[in-house]
C-alpha cells in the first residue's frame, strides 16, 4: 500500500479550513486514504473532523496511506501546501 510522510505546511496546522480542503479532495478521489501521525492511530482523511483530531501543527509530519497513488500525491500536496493563504 503506498505510503509517504510530509510535514504540514499550513502555518496554523490542520485545522477547519485546511482539513476541509482535504476531506474534499479525497471526497472527490472517491477511494479510501488514511492520515496519522508518526506512530499514531489512522483517521478517515475523508472527514474534517477526523483530520482535527490528530492536532497537527506547522511542521508535523503526517503519515497518508492509501491504495491509489494520485490520490496520495494529492492529499501530499495540500498537507505540504500552506492552505491558510
Known sequence: MPQTTIEVGSSIGLHARPANI???AVQAAGVPVTL???GGD???AG???M???LGA???TPILI???D???LDKVAALVAADLDT
Open 36 to 38: 496519522s501521525l508518526v
Open 51 to 53: 483530520i482535527m483530531t
Open 65 to 67: 496511506t492509501t491504495d
Open 47 to 49: 472527514s474534517a473532523l
Open 69 to 71: 497513488q494520485a490520490a
Open 22 to 24: 482535504i476531506a474534499e
Open 42 to 44: 489512522p483517521v478517515d
Open 57 to 59: 501543527t506547522q511542521g
